[in-house]
């Protein structure tokens, strides 16, 4: 997991809870048998997977998105170290999960746009008047579609998901498919076509997720491992 690079103190609320839950998302990961290592590098030798979790806004001058709109923490230092990781995982043929802020760097990783600041819908996918208040996350469903990784995984057409996000995807990557959605049509989870990569814009980390919705992603992501790591090469 690439490290989180900004300092929570006298930030904006949500890059505290970002940095929070990032032990929480590493917990799920150890929960399916998974070694965590936090890394600062693009050196992936001797790894198996990579896990992208969440954090601040990628930099919409990546994905020729408006500068000037609302965005938060936005980290050069961070979208290197994250973009970097993604792409060498991809290079090496690495299994690759991402949550929230990972949906959306490997979306434009793979070419893909962001919506870089989400209209009000009948969904409601960010928490408070601004994003920073309380509760921490705001709750609504998403469909899976049928055949998914996801939807396998956990038997069911529907879903609940705990959302803490102001930005989605645009336009899909090459290569990524929508596997689940909102009722506003905002893209919930993504898989590529021929790699072994799935991401999940909700957050199953948080507190009242059901175990087996919370675990899902990961489990997925724990079979593409294992598997990956006896294919021939």
Same mark, same amino acid.
């Given at each position: 997991?690439? /490290?989180?690079?900004?300092?929570?103190?006298? &930030?904006?609320?949500?890059?505290?809870?970002?940095?929070?839950?990032?032990?929480?998302?590493?917990?799920?990961?150890?929960?399916?048998?998974?070694?965590?290592?936090?890394?600062r590098d693009l050196d992936l030798t001797g790894f198996d997977?990579?896990?992208? *979790?969440?954090?601040?806004?990628?930099? *919409?001058?990546?994905?020729?998105?408006?500068?000037?709109?609302?965005?938060?923490?936005?980290?050069? /230092?961070?979208?290197?170290?994250?973009?970097?990781?993604?792409?060498?995982?991809?290079?090496?043929?690495?299994?690759?999960?991402?949550?929230?802020?990972?949906?959306? =760097?490997?979306?434009?990783?793979?070419?893909?746009?962001?919506?870089?600041?989400?209209? /009000?819908?009948?969904?409601?996918?960010?928490?408070?008047?601004?994003?920073?208040?309380?509760?921490?996350?705001?709750?609504?469903?998403?469909?899976?579609?049928?055949?998914?990784?996801?939807?396998?995984? =956990?038997?069911?057409?529907? #879903?609940?998901?705990?959302?803490?996000?102001?930005? &989605?995807?645009?336009?899909?990557?090459?290569?990524?498919?929508?596997?689940?959605?909102?009722?506003?049509?905002?893209?919930? @989870?993504?898989?590529?076509?021929?790699?072994? #990569?799935?991401?999940?814009?909700?957050? *199953?980390?948080?507190?009242?997720?059901? /175990?087996?919705?919370? &675990?899902?992603?990961?489990?997925?992501?724990?079979?593409?491992?294992?598997?990956? @790591?006896?294919?021939?090469?």
């Open positions: 997991m690439p /490290a989180r690079l900004s300092d929570a103190d006298g &930030a904006d609320a949500r890059v505290g809870l970002a940095n929070a839950i990032f032990d929480d998302v590493a917990a799920l990961v150890r929960a399916e048998g998974l070694d965590v290592v936090v890394v997977g990579v896990v992208l *979790p969440g954090g601040g806004d990628v930099d *919409p001058a990546r994905y020729g998105g408006d500068t000037a709109a609302s965005v938060y923490d936005v980290n050069p /230092a961070q979208d290197d170290l994250d973009f970097g990781i993604a792409a060498a995982a991809v290079v090496a043929g690495l299994p690759v999960l991402g949550v929230c802020r990972g949906l959306q =760097v490997l979306n434009v990783a793979f070419g893909g746009t962001l919506i870089e600041d989400l209209p /009000a819908s009948d969904v409601r996918h960010t928490p408070g008047d601004d994003g920073c208040g309380e509760p921490e996350w705001t709750w609504h469903d998403v469909d899976l579609a049928e055949g998914s990784r996801l939807s396998e995984e =956990v038997d069911a057409a529907s #879903i609940p998901v705990a959302s803490g996000h102001h930005q &989605a995807i645009k336009t899909l990557g090459g290569g990524l498919t929508a596997t689940a959605v909102a009722a506003d049509g905002v893209i919930e @989870a993504i898989e590529h076509a021929s790699l072994p #990569i799935l991401a999940v814009q909700w957050h *199953p980390e948080a507190e009242g997720t059901p /175990a087996l919705l919370a &675990a899902a992603p990961f489990a997925v992501f724990e079979g593409l491992v294992r598997a990956n @790591a006896v294919a021939p090469r």
